[in-house]
């Protein structure tokens, strides 16, 4: 079907809204990067602080049942597990990549495993996969609404992992490396693990003088790991969310370099036919002019 002005007229008129509304979710994912990455570092402090106070539990006490390694036998829900996705599409492969990850590294633990999902991409993934998950949770749209967020997981976690349970808990998530660049990784939370432990407890206390535990070791230990388990969780959803936001900047990139070429084309259809048309206008005067003077 041959094409006219008027139908070029409406494809670029079209591709021109096409092309705002890309730059628009461009500058949006541009600008979303940049808060939740200064939320992974303004964490690293209060991390550090966490950690130190772990290092003095454990440096004159053993690892109790909370860090211990307890595994359900066959046929029992042995890990539970939180896999951070995306809600919206035009990521690329942000979804499958993570997915696939936590299909992979679930499937070599013995027993059966729950999963939670964060979005709904991440969700249908998962169930697509013959993994459905137990809860599934909105993505967070800002930096605020994350800590919400974490303190509906940290109230799944605690029903499924009361005490006595032999469950892991496990973290899947996309990391940012560099420019658009993720990579998935996982985190096992708990139990503890044993060799980060003993790190901890020989860390050196920077006054020189090791300070006391008020108010019963145990309580505080669990005060502590508390914050540790709100910590990673926070830290794995904001390095997701900036993945996320870095996938949807570069699949905009791509989107809006198909869009210039497509208008470059457009452009250059709309001007031959328009000058096509203009010449046998011409031709036609001419024509007529001819007929008209002839002898």
């Not at 500058?27 to 602080?49: K, M, N, W």
């Not at 106070?53 to 042995?78: D, H, K, Q, Y």
């Not at 990549?97 to 495993?113: E, I, M, Q, W």
């Not at 993994?131 to 993505?139: D, H, K, S, Y």
Request: proline share 6%; aromatic share 6%.
């Amino acid at each position: 079907m041959s094409e006219t002005t008027a139908s070029l007229r409406r494809k670029i008129s079209g591709a021109g809204d096409l092309q705002a509304v890309v730059r628009s979710m461009k500058a949006l994912a541009a600008s979303s990067i940049g808060q939740y990455e200064q939320s992974v570092h303004a964490l690293a402090d209060y991390y550090r602080t966490v950690e130190m106070g772990l290092s003095i539990c454990f440096r004159n006490s053993a690892p109790g049942a909370p860090m211990s390694e307890r595994r359900g036998g066959t046929g029992e829900v042995s890990a539970a597990a939180v896999v951070f996705g995306s809600d919206q599409g035009l990521v690329g492969q942000f979804n499958e990549v993570v997915a696939d990850f936590a299909l992979k590294t679930l499937a070599a633990l013995p027993g059966k495993t729950q999963v939670w999902a964060v979005g709904e991409r991440v969700h249908a993934r998962l169930s697509d996969a013959g993994l459905p998950p137990r809860g599934l949770f909105a993505v967070p749209n800002s930096v605020k609404a994350i800590t919400p967020l974490i303190g509906q997981l940290l109230v799944a976690s605690e029903q499924r992992l009361g005490p006595g349970a032999p469950s892991e808990l496990h973290l899947f998530y996309n990391r940012p490396s560099s420019g658009a660049v993720y990579a998935p990784v996982g985190q096992r939370l708990l139990p503890l693990d044993e060799t980060w432990l003993r790190r901890l407890a020989g860390l050196p206390w920077p006054p020189g003088n090791l300070p006391e535990v008020v108010g019963g070791g145990s309580a505080t230990l669990r005060a502590l790991i508390s914050e540790y388990l709100f910590v990673s969780l926070f830290r794995a959803c904001a390095e997701s969310l900036a993945s996320e936001n870095a996938s949807r900047l570069a699949a905009m990139q791509r989107a809006e370099k198909n869009i210039d070429e497509l208008l470059e084309e457009l452009n250059g259809n709309f001007h031959r036919l328009r000058q096509s048309g203009i010449d046998e206008e011409l031709f036609d005067v001419i024509s007529g002019f001819e007929a008209l003077t002839a002898p």
